[in-house]
């Protein structure tokens, strides 16, 4: 089956800085990249579509700025998180999907800890 | 914007009981439904889902869901709840190319 990794599973970084969560296809190409957020006993906001060799298109409210995704290549997207702040503290995940269906396979999920 | 919303946050129940999981969708157009699952610790995995035809669809590790466009529903079943069922569940609607999830509902399996 088709297969989404993430890393890191968990990073903790100090305000202000920034992180790099990475989104991966294993075994197909990922023509579209989908990245949430998802907050304790929530649901999943999708946050960015992003199409390879395209600019990332975002939900009403996410910041561009501040939640950058890169999708260069077939099989990876990027989301970096600018200048964080503690409520940025959330889990990320993200998914993809090929041309062949819509279903999105799921990564595992990246926690971020913002002190 | 299509939005879903489930009922029960929160389900505790036995071994060999029956579940039912509620989710309505607003959209009234052609409607795409999921049901998703996240075991602890692990990531989403569908578990079934709803594009066209037949109502009642069948899905993974015995669950079932049918789909009731009168009613704007799409409940998950299962006849009888096993331990590792215990998990959360997402009832989702694609709009365009768009996931839209519920508010999940755990499921506490006990022995």
């Known amino acids: 089956g088709a297969v989404v990794s993430q890393h890191p599973s968990w990073v903790i970084c100090k305000s202000g800085t920034s992180v790099k969560i990475e989104c991966r296809s294993l075994d197909f190409q990922a023509t579209t990249m989908f990245w949430y957020r998802q907050f304790p006993k929530q649901s999943l906001m999708l946050m960015a579509t992003?199409?390879?060799?395209?600019?990332?298109?975002?939900e009403q409210g996410v910041e561009k700025d501040k939640f950058l995704i890169n999708h260069a290549s077939l099989t990876l997207s990027t989301l970096t998180v600018t200048s964080a702040h503690p409520e940025d503290s959330s889990f990320y995940i993200c998914s993809a999907r090929g041309d062949a269906s819509y279903e999105q396979y799921f990564g595992p999920g990246t926690r971020l800890t913002v002190t | 914007a299509q939005s879903v919303s489930q009922h029960n946050h929160h389900v505790i129940l036995s071994e060999a009981a029956s579940l039912e999981l509620g989710c309505n969708y607003s959209y009234g157009g052609t409607v795409n439904l999921f049901w998703y699952v996240q075991y602890p610790g692990q990531h989403l995995q569908l578990l079934l889902k709803y594009f066209s035809g037949d109502p009642l669809v069948k899905g993974i590790k015995g669950f079932e869901a049918e789909f009731i466009k009168s009613k704007f529903s799409f409940n998950l079943r299962k006849p009888s709840v096993q331990w590792s069922d215990t998990a959360e569940y997402f009832c989702?609607?694609?709009?365009?190319?768009?996931?839209?999830f519920g508010a999940g509902t755990t499921v506490t399996v006990r022995a």
């Open positions: 989702a609607a694609l709009e365009y190319y768009k996931l839209s």
């Open positions: 992003s199409n390879e060799g395209s600019k990332a298109t975002y």
